[in-house]
């Protein structure tokens, strides 16, 4: 068994060791100037925003915290709740308050007139249905207040903090806004949902005849005009989204857009006119395709930024830690992955995940990958480090053999001399290659014992 002077012995290298590493990384980073954020194009709207689907960078952004009302791209959120808490095949009956508290867009169903939830969607994303998105709302939330409580709930879990919701469809009331920003991190987590992305990818859609229009069939075609080749604004990326309007709101447009592997997520809020709203969204979109790129961090990471089978007695060969293989940052085309400055935040708590690596670049977050442990059943040490003393009497209580002690009676051994000569070897290592590389403004490597 360890003995208490051996435990802090190996507490003390630790703590050593991973001073060294910050220290080290922290002023080789300091060297290295941070570049600016490139400028994006002159739009004619006053409230816009694009973010990057997988890593939630926010691209460009003009007055993007502004909250507004925002009419129907409401609806982005009450599909994305629907989806989460219903199944396609459930019936929705339309009540007389669906039918008759509602004006605008719609499909004019009728009082106790029965649909799927499927039908309902599909009317709700695409013709902007809202006696739809008030039926919607009565059947996941038991009523339309219960319903407005999970749309904030939600949005709030989400992160949104200039929004606050009031109905399910955006017609025009004093407590019901949101911003650009919060309407791009709603529309990134609907885009997460597969049901959901078919629904805005959709063109048209045929509804059968109901109980209530039993010889009719409705027709819908989505809103969107991105989505038509031929029509003006036709745009090939284009993957969906939703429109928007009222007087007092003016013209608001979601659009998601996929290129080269990667997806955006543009939001114009409050525009002059319909024509504004694309031609925004359509030089935002290409400005931001033309200018940024998405990089695996797995493929494009130090082969050495983590130590996989540490050379040491008091460690357990094996694999220990993996990073996150679809992580990715998001940078501008003519920046290499090396110049995107990396901090490493530990996790001494969790039992998967031993820490994270975060990616920053032109003054805000490009990325980040998880790094969790594998291979394993050792307890976690504090510092992210296997205690084996603990590990042995595990092994013991186990009925596993234990770990090779020393014998009683035996002559003390000098291991933990030749251990301590050994790590003051690798600090004196480290210590001229900081040197080296803050000098030469290499990029700093920054080893992980997990």
Sequence with gaps: MIDRKKKKWILAVCCTFITVCSVFYESAVRVKAEEAWPLGPEVQGEYAIVMELETGTVLYEKNAHTSLYPASITKILTALLALENSKMEDLVTFSYDSVHKTEGSGIWRDVDE????????????????NECAYAIAEQIGGSLEGFVQMMNDRAAALGCRDTHFNNPHGLTDEEHYTSCYDMALISREALKNNS????VLTKRYEIPPTNKHPDEITYLKNHHKMLFEGEEYYYTSCIGGKTGYTEAAGHSLVTFA???GMTLICVVMKEENATVQYEDSIALLQDCFEKYRTLPIAENLDEDLLVREPK?????????????KNAKVVLPKEVPFSDAQMEVVLDAQSPETAGVLQYSYGGRIVGQASVKRIGTNVPVFPFGLNQIGEAQEEDKADGKEP???Q??????SKEPVSQQQETKAIDQENTEKGSEEKKFGVSPKIILWI
């Excluded at 959901?196 to 629904?199: A, C, G, Y």
Aim: hydrophobic share 40%.
């Design 114 to 129: 029965v649909m799927t939830m499927e039908q309902c969607l599909y009317a709700l994303m695409l013709n902007s249905a």
């Design 196 to 199: 959901f992305r078919q629904l």
């Design 258 to 260: 996929e290129q080269d």
């Design 312 to 324: 040491n007695d008091f460690f357990r060969a094996g694999t220990f830690a993996d990073i996150d």
């Design 403 to 405: 770990a090779k002690q």
């Design 407 to 412: 014998a009683e009676g035996e002559k003390p």
